[in-house]
């Protein structure tokens, strides 16, 4: 995957967020890191052209995304359609969960996952 230019505040901004995970993000991310889902290696808070991902696996060319209520509301709608198709545009798939998805069924999440990179369920 080519090498993109990302600014310093973007940088930045991704940092922070690495810092300050939701309880959600930080229990997918233990079952996520370090290839442990089948050896498929994952980043967190990755930068792609202007955005932030939660997740991202660019061996795949999948984004996991984890929404919160505010995601719910018509302008976090709004958003989330605009920027899944940008970067749809750009070859990418990202699967959306609702943290108590995260929370409730990690099983399911990770089965998910598994098959959106062509993988059998574990």
Do not use: Y
Not at 12 to 19: C, E, G, H, P, Q
Not at 54 to 61: I, Q, V
Request: with cysteine; aromatic share 6%.
């Amino acid at each position: 995957m080519p090498h993109q230019t990302v600014s310093k505040q973007l940088r930045s901004n991704a940092k922070r967020l690495r810092s300050q995970m939701t309880d959600a993000e930080k229990k997918l991310w233990q079952v996520i890191r370090a290839h442990r889902l089948e050896g498929i290696s994952f980043r967190r808070q990755m930068p792609i052209e202007g955005v932030i991902v939660d997740f991202a696996a660019p061996a795949h060319r999948l984004i996991v995304e984890l929404d919160g209520s505010q995601h719910a509301e018509l302008q976090g709608q709004a958003r989330d359609i605009a920027r899944d198709r940008k970067l749809q545009a750009l070859g990418w798939t990202t699967l959306r969960f609702w943290n108590a998805e995260v929370t409730h069924d990690l099983d399911g999440v990770c089965r998910k996952i598994l098959n959106a990179c062509g993988r059998e369920s574990f």
